[in-house]
């Protein structure tokens, strides 16, 4: 079984769990060249048949949503951290996780590959995403004090 991978935003309010089918290595990571990612030097990865548990305090994650509008962008509410990026894609939650946002291990010294996915339709985005973008779970919890 291939280990976890933890990590979480700057104030520490969201906490990331990736469960990955294979090493951090072998996993893609991106670079999306939209305007969103790349003011905020996002690199991403998903892993289709791994998951992504978003663990968060009651009202410590906002959405926000722009362009197409068919994608819930995954701040901190407290230090407006981009932690990952989530779809309804056939019902199902499915996203990918900004890596240096969340300062995951793993992914350092590794040059990315510059996505640029401009001309999609919404219809073109989510199909594309099907197979690339991993189920993610966001789970609400009480901070333990
Ligand atoms: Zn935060």
């Known amino acids: ?36 990612c790349r003011t905020r030097g996002a690199l991403t990865t998903s892993d289709p048949a791994g998951h992504l548990f978003v663990e968060a305090a009651p009202g410590s994650l906002n959405r926000y949503r722009f362009g197409l509008r068919v994608t819930d962008f995954l701040l901190c509410a407290e230090c407006g951290t981009y932690v990952a990026a989530v779809s309804d894609i056939a019902g199902r939650a499915m996203g990918v996780l900004n890596v240096r946002g969340v300062d995951l291990s793993g992914f350092e010294g590794r040059e990315p590959d510059p996505m640029i996915y401009d001309d999609e339709t919404a ?23």
């Open 123 to 145: 219809d073109q985005r989510l199909a594309r995403r099907q197979g690339r973008w991993m189920p993610v779970s966001v789970v609400e919890v009480q901070p333990s004090i």
């Open 1 to 36: 079984m291939t280990a976890q991978l933890a990590g979480h935003c700057h104030c520490r309010a969201v906490r990331v769990i990736l469960e990955p089918s294979k090493p951090a290595a072998e996993l893609p990571l991106r670079a999306c060249q939209c305007s969103f």
